[in-house]
């Protein structure tokens, strides 16, 4: 298993990564989710930067505000950070899957 965060995460999501290599036992199949889960967690930073920079809303060419599509970004990725952390697991003792079952 790698103790090297892909190069491609924000330091501090690295740092996170690391630790979390570092305390829990972690199959390959844990560390994708994690690996994953840090990389949500960078684009949800990313585009709450860019909405900070350029503001929430903009005027579009006909004069409406329209959210700015990196509201949608961050959304999406707060979501799946939080998903990917349940499928995680990380708390210790497995929680029961409380979701309904899949239609067919």
Same mark, same amino acid.
């Given at each position: 298993?790698?103790?090297?965060? !892909?190069? =491609?995460?924000?330091?501090?999501?690295?740092?996170?990564?690391?630790?979390?290599?570092?305390?829990?036992?972690? +199959?390959? =199949? =844990?560390?994708?989710?994690?690996t994953?889960?840090? +990389?949500?967690?960078?684009?949800?930073?990313?585009?709450?930067?860019? &909405?900070e920079?350029?503001? @929430?809303?903009?005027?579009?060419?006909?004069? #409406? !505000?329209?959210? =700015? %599509?990196?509201?949608?970004?961050?959304?999406? @990725?707060?979501? @799946?950070?939080?998903? &990917? &952390?349940?499928?995680?697991?990380?708390?210790?003792?497995? #929680? %029961?899957?409380?979701? %309904? %079952?899949?239609?067919?």
């Amino acid at each position: 298993m790698a103790s090297r965060a !892909p190069a =491609h995460l924000a330091k501090p999501t690295a740092a996170w990564w690391r630790s979390v290599v570092a305390e829990y036992r972690l +199959e390959d =199949h =844990h560390v994708r989710l994690l690996t994953l889960a840090c +990389e949500a967690w960078d684009r949800a930073q990313e585009a709450r930067t860019t &909405l900070e920079a350029e503001g @929430s809303y903009f005027i579009d060419r006909f004069k #409406q !505000p329209k959210a =700015h %599509p990196a509201i949608a970004v961050e959304r999406e @990725s707060r979501v @799946s950070f939080a998903r &990917l &952390l349940r499928e995680l697991d990380l708390e210790g003792d497995p #929680q %029961p899957d409380i979701r %309904p %079952p899949r239609r067919r």
